[in-house]
């Protein structure tokens, strides 16, 4: 079941680096959120600190709240371990584990959760490789190493990974970056389809990308030279790219500046 994220001022930190500073926003269950703005703003930074990804930087830290459908993940009794099976993250460049086949790829969340039974096994790899739409492409060499497959095709295998544990929210770290214009499409088809199941927030440099996948648009940028980074608006993608509220915002829709 999809969920919702907040945050309530939302600060990320590395040692005494000031990365992002006080970020308010809700994301909506079922939905795809971009997040936008020019290299350094703090968006990946932001991504990571909703399912604790952020703290695993040595010194790294955050201060104000994350809240799960009302529950602050970030609370004193919480496991990261669960929220990161919860929240779910797609990196930016492919990272199939090298030297596992296709179908323990898939396997292994469900092996770190319990989960022993083959037929188990075999239904879950099944249907998350159909739903990351590779399926077809594998079925046939699912105990072949998924460093064998194309860039493309590693991005749908991780997809598929972390959809396996069936999570609430999907994270995406510039899924697309590194993969062809082909490969590219595929992953926002996708995208499309996941959105039925899954909150989906997705960091992206490319505005045409986000214009595409998303319902609803964040764009970030640094408050000043040497500032962090903070939220400078956010709204229906339709408006953020038609209409904003915020000169910087046009700005760096239009590409005079970022």
């Known amino acids: 079941m999809a969920k919702r994220i907040e945050t309530i001022g939302l600060s990320c930190f590395y040692g005494t680096t000031h990365a992002v500073d006080d970020v308010n926003i809700t994301i909506e269950p079922k939905s795809v959120t971009a997040f936008i703005g020019p290299s350094g703003c703090g968006k990946s930074t932001f991504l990571r600190a909703l399912n604790r990804m ?43 584990f090298p030297t596992m086949s296709i179908y323990d ?7 770190l959760n319990g989960v022993r039974r083959k037929a188990e096994l075999d239904d879950a790899v099944e249907r998350s490789l159909r739903g990351a739409n590779l399926w077809d ?20 295998l991780c997809i598929a990974r972390a959809i396996a544990v069936e999570p609430q929210v999907l994270l995406m770290d510039e899924p697309c970056s590194a993969l062809d214009p082909i490969s590219t499409l595929a992953i926002e088809d996708l995208i499309a389809q996941l959105k039925d199941r899954f909150t989906i927030v997705i960091v992206t440099h490319n505005m045409q990308q ?30 953020i790219f038609t209409n904003p509220s915020e000169k910087r915002t046009e700005d760096y829709i239009t590409g005079r500046f970022g």
């Open 54 to 96: 952020h703290e695993v930087v040595p010194r790294a830290r955050i201060e104000g709240r994350v809240l799960l459908d009302d529950e602050d993940i970030y609370a004193p009794d919480i496991d990261p371990a669960a929220v990161r099976r919860t929240i779910g993250m797609v990196f930016q460049k492919p990272n199939p």
């Open 105 to 111: 790829n898939v396997a292994s969340g469900l092996k």
């Open 137 to 156: 492409e594998v079925h046939n060499r699912l105990s072949k190493p998924g460093m064998g497959l194309s860039g493309g095709q590693q991005q749908r």
């Open 210 to 239: 986000a214009a595409r996948v998303s319902d609803v648009t964040a764009f970030f940028n640094l408050r000043g030279p040497g500032e962090p980074g903070v939220l400078v608006e956010v709204d229906t993608t339709q408006r």
